[in-house]
């Protein structure tokens, strides 16, 4: 394509050996940005790599490369996965939890007994049933047992 203009070829032959040389560096970024790093996955991390790594605003990138922080990708990597799927079912119970916030169940008097039923919807008894089985799904999941 860029074969009658050289300087364009130049150009983009330099890009792509810019692309291809921060290609390795990704799963660096991907571990490091994970929305489900928390404060035990960092210290985690640190433990096992021997660098002390904490988020902050005057952590950059090219700190993280002066760190070192390129040899430890697999670990780097392994730590964000489990804190990735931990964050996967910290999401869901707080959906579920929503889901729960505007519903009203209503408790009657069960005729003449001294005791009460809950009426309850169709819809109620679905997102009930719904959720006890995400509830039990999660609850075999061996990242949820790592959630405080």
């Given amino acids: 394509v860029f074969r009658d203009n050289p300087g364009c070829l130049g150009v983009a032959q330099e890009i792509r050996h810019q692309l291809e040389e921060f290609k390795p560096k990704v799963p660096l970024i991907q571990g490091l940005r994970n929305p489900g790093m928390r404060n035990r996955h960092w210290e985690s991390l640190s433990e096992d790599i021997g660098i002390v790594v904490k988020p902050k605003s005057t952590l950059t990138f090219s700190k993280?490369?002066?760190m070192g922080l390129m040899e430890h990708v697999d670990q780097i990597a392994k730590i964000a996965e489990v804190a990735g799927k931990e964050f996967a079912i910290e999401q869901a119970l707080e959906k579920m939890e929503k889901d729960w916030a505007p519903v009203?169940?209503?408790?009657?008097?069960?005729?003449?007994?001294?005791?009460?039923?809950?009426?309850?919807?169709e819809e109620i008894s679905q997102l009930l049933?719904?959720?006890?089985?995400?509830?039990?799904?999660?609850?075999f999941s061996p990242y949820s047992a790592l959630i405080p």
């Fill in 64 to 66: 993280c490369l002066d």
């Fill in 104 to 121: 009203n169940l209503e408790i009657l008097a069960y005729k003449e007994t001294g005791t009460f039923i809950m009426k309850a919807a």
């Fill in 129 to 139: 049933d719904d959720h006890i089985v995400m509830t039990q799904a999660m609850s």
